[in-house]
């Protein structure tokens, strides 16, 4: 327990100190100027002196990233159980879903705009669009991977294929799908930024465009810290969630 505690709870904040502790003196020890490399001290500064414009774009960041993260997994969990539970549905689709997902997101986001114009939409479109492919892959190889002996018992009790699915299969993908879903979660972060700093009014990434446009170089690291908060707290919430439902599958 008490390793656990060490390993959970204090390491993590002794690494995230020293790291911010070294930072802080490699930029005052070379003389680094804040427009090149701010210290954490100064970004500190920034945060408190600024943190009512900050605070407005980061919940419009967090608002289209949890929106686009619902779609992905909404409709990554149905193409995951569809791609997992049919081998023509994987031999149909599997290829185009790659050579998707191979095409930067970025690169649609100018098309997006055309589409729906700037603003809200083209961040959750894109948030969606770059975290979908991952809790796919995982849910169907989740389903993939169950043991035909486990289906063969299930049939043999007369037990149909949708309660096979239910009663095995489901289950089963929980692991793989929150393993998707932690890394989802910080994809639908890089989409949400990415969109706002090319066609956006709000949002960190337009807050961090519009700083950096002005040479307000903490205030663009200040996004940065923000936005990677944000995505370590909801990563926890996953993984607190993970714990309580897939402890069955943890042999700790």
Do not use: C
Not at 184 to 207: C, D, H, K, P, Q
């Amino acid at each position: 327990m008490a390793d656990w505690i060490l390993n959970r709870r204090v390491l993590p904040w002794l690494v995230t100190l020293g790291t911010f502790l070294l930072w802080e003196g490699v930029v005052r020890g070379f003389a680094i100027k804040t427009f090149i490399l701010p210290p954490p001290s100064l970004i500190a500064t920034t945060l408190a002196a600024q943190w009512e414009p900050i605070l407005q774009h980061s919940l419009q960041t967090l608002m289209t990233t949890l929106v686009g993260l619902a779609l992905a997994v909404g409709f990554g969990v149905v193409l995951g159980l569809a791609v997992g539970a049919s081998e023509k549905v994987y031999a149909g689709l599997y290829p185009l879903m790659v050579a998707f997902n191979s095409i930067p997101k970025v690169a649609l986001v100018p098309i997006l705009v055309i589409w729906f114009g700037i603003g809200t939409v083209p961040a959750i479109l894109t948030a969606f669009l770059i975290s979908f492919f991952p809790i796919v892959v995982n849910i169907a190889t989740g389903l993939a991977t169950v043991e035909p002996e486990l289906n063969d018992l299930m049939r043999s009790l007369g037990a149909n294929r949708l309660t096979v699915l239910r009663k095995v299969g489901l289950p089963r993908t929980l692991p793989y799908f929150f393993a998707a879903l932690k890394v989802a979660v910080t994809l639908a972060f890089v989409g949400s930024v990415i969109s706002e700093t090319v066609a956006a009014n709000a949002g960190v990434g337009y807050m961090m465009m519009v700083a950096g446009s002005r040479f307000e170089v903490p205030l663009v690291f200040a996004g940065l810290v923000v936005v990677g908060a944000m995505g370590i707290v909801l990563y926890q919430a996953f993984e607190w969630l993970e714990r309580r439902l897939t402890f069955w599958a943890s042999r700790g």
